[in-house]
C-alpha cells in the first residue's frame, strides 16, 4: 500500500465519523436549546436557514429539472412529512422531557426500526439475527428508559420524552423505506431542496397556532448551527463517504451516535452517565451489530 493510498483509506474512514459527530453534537444542541425556543420554531428555522442556503445553488437546477421532479412531487412530499417534519420536530419536543444521552441511545434505534418496516412495506422479511438482535436491542432499550429500575415503567408519565423520541425514531425508519422502495431518479442534493420546501410548508399551520419564537443571543447559534451542519454538511459527508466506503460499511459508523452523545452531553451539558446507560447502552449496540449480521 503507497502512501496515496494510505491518505485516501485514512479521509474514507474519517468521513462518517465526521457526519456521525456532527448529528450528536445536534441531539446534545437539540437539548441544550429546549429551554431557549419553543420545538415548532427550532424546527421551522432549522429548515428555513437551509432553504437559504440551498436557494441560490439549487432554484434554477430545480426549474431546469422540472420534469423529474414534478412526476415525484408526492413521493417527496411523503418524504419531507417523515424525515424531516415528525422526525425532527418530535425529536425537538423530546428534548423538552429525556436527556441527550438517552436521545442518542434512542436514535440507535433507526436501523432496528427500520428492518421490521421494510418487513411491513417492503415485505422483505427479517432473518434470526435480526430477530434476535432486535429483540435484544428492545430489551436495552427498556433497561436504559426504566433507569435500571423496570418497574418504575409503570409511571409511563416519567418516560414522556423517551417514548415521543421512540415515536420520532420509528417515523424516520419510514423515510429510509420510502426512498428504498422508490428509488428516485433526482440528484440527493435536489431531492433534499425540494423536501425542505415542503417541510417549510408543512410548518405554516403549526406557527399560525403555536407562534414563532424570536431569534435571540441565547438560541441563534443553535438555529444556525441545526441549519447548516446536520442538515446540509453532514448529509454531504455521509454521502461522500457511501461513495467511498460503501452503503454497509458507511452505515456501521451510525451504532457510534449513542457514544458521541454522551460523550459530549457528559462535558457540555453535565449529563450524568451511569451503569444502566453503560449495560443497557451495550446490549443495544450487540443487539444492532446482530440484526445487521447476514446469514450464509
Do not use: C
Amino acid at each position: 500500500m503507497n502512501q496515496q493510498t494510505k491518505i485516501t483509506h485514512w479521509w474514507a474512514v474519517l468521513l462518517p465519523l465526521i457526519a456521525v459527530f456532527i448529528w450528536a453534537l445536534n441531539v446534545a444542541v437539540t437539548r441544550y436549546v429546549a429551554d431557549y425556543i419553543s420545538p415548532v420554531s427550532i424546527s421551522f428555522y432549522r429548515w428555513f436557514v437551509a432553504f437559504l442556503i440551498l436557494t441560490p445553488f439549487m432554484l434554477m437546477k430545480v426549474i431546469r429539472e422540472w420534469h423529474l421532479i414534478q412526476p415525484n412531487l408526492a413521493k417527496l412530499a411523503v418524504l419531507s412529512a417523515f424525515g424531516m417534519v415528525l422526525y425532527q420536530g418530535i425529536s425537538y419536543a423530546a428534548a423538552h422531557y429525556t436527556s441527550a444521552t438517552n436521545m442518542g441511545i434512542i436514535n440507535a434505534f433507526i436501523p432496528i426500526f427500520t428492518i421490521f418496516v421494510s418487513m411491513v412495506i417492503l415485505k422483505e422479511y427479517p432473518n434470526k439475527y435480526a430477530v434476535i438482535g432486535g429483540v435484544l436491542s428492545f430489551s436495552g432499550l427498556i433497561f436504559v428508559i426504566a433507569q435500571g429500575d423496570i418497574t418504575s415503567l409503570v409511571n409511563l408519565g416519567g418516560h414522556v420524552g423517551d417514548l415521543l423520541m421512540i415515536a420520532a425514531v420509528f417515523f424516520y425508519a419510514f423515510y429510509g423505506v420510502f426512498l428504498k422502495k422508490w428509488k428516485l431518479q433526482i440528484p440527493l442534493m435536489l431531492s433534499l431542496y425540494v423536501q425542505i420546501i415542503f417541510a417549510l410548508i408543512y410548518h405554516l399551520p403549526f406557527l399560525l397556532w403555536f407562534g414563532l419564537d424570536a431569534i435571540r443571543p441565547e438560541n441563534a447559534v443553535s438555529v444556525l448551527y441545526a441549519g447548516i451542519f446536520p442538515s446540509l454538511i453532514a448529509p454531504l459527508i455521509w454521502m461522500l463517504s457511501i461513495q467511498q466506503n460503501g452503503p454497509n460499511r458507511t452505515s456501521v459508523f451510525m451504532n457510534l451516535m449513542p457514544v458521541f452523545t454522551a460523550f459530549i452531553a457528559y462535558f457540555w451539558l453535565k449529563e450524568e452517565w451511569t451503569i444502566y446507560h453503560t449495560i443497557g447502552g451495550v446490549i443495544i449496540i450487540v443487539g444492532i451489530l446482530l440484526a445487521q449480521k447476514k446469514t450464509s
